[in-house]
Nanobody, 123 residues
Framework: QVRLKESGGGLVLAGASLNSSCTDSGRVVKGYTTGWFPRAPGKEREFVAAINWNGDSTYYGDSVKGRFICSRENDKKTVQLRMNSLQPEDPVVYYC????????????????WGPGTQVTVAS
């Protein structure tokens, strides 16, 4: 069972960087791709990044390409999201989940959502 929890949110100034982590505390039976789906106030979660189980393939949404970097720790149960050049319009709460592609759309396993970690960017 996938049990994900995000950490590493905080308050930063515009243009700054921040690292967030997503850790699986469950017993991993089968590897999976981990995705990040942050949500801005009043909006739905949006896909921004994903990384496969081996950590050798990454995927990014257009809004973060060139700014965010997704990586997986050697234990494979922790995924890092390095967020560079954060702007006030970037989403506020960052969620991770097991994910997969449905056509051209990244879909999260709704049963795997973590509680989220809040990122606030001050202008």
């Amino acid at each position: 069972q996938v049990r994900l929890k995000e950490s590493g949110g905080g308050l930063v100034l515009a243009g700054a960087s921040l690292n967030s982590s997503c850790t699986d505390s469950g017993r991993v039976v089968k590897g999976y791709t981990t995705g990040w789906f942050p949500r801005a106030p009043g909006k739905e979660r949006e896909f921004v990044a994903a990384i496969n189980w081996n950590g050798d393939s990454t995927y990014y949404g257009d809004s973060v390409k060139g700014r965010f970097i997704c990586s997986r720790e050697n234990d494979k149960k922790t995924v890092q999201l390095r967020m560079n050049s954060l702007q006030p319009e970037d989403p506020v709460v960052y969620y991770c989940a097991a994910t997969g592609l449905a056509g051209t759309t990244w879909r999260a396993d709704v049963g795997s959502w973590g509680p989220g970690t809040q990122v606030t960017v001050a202008s």
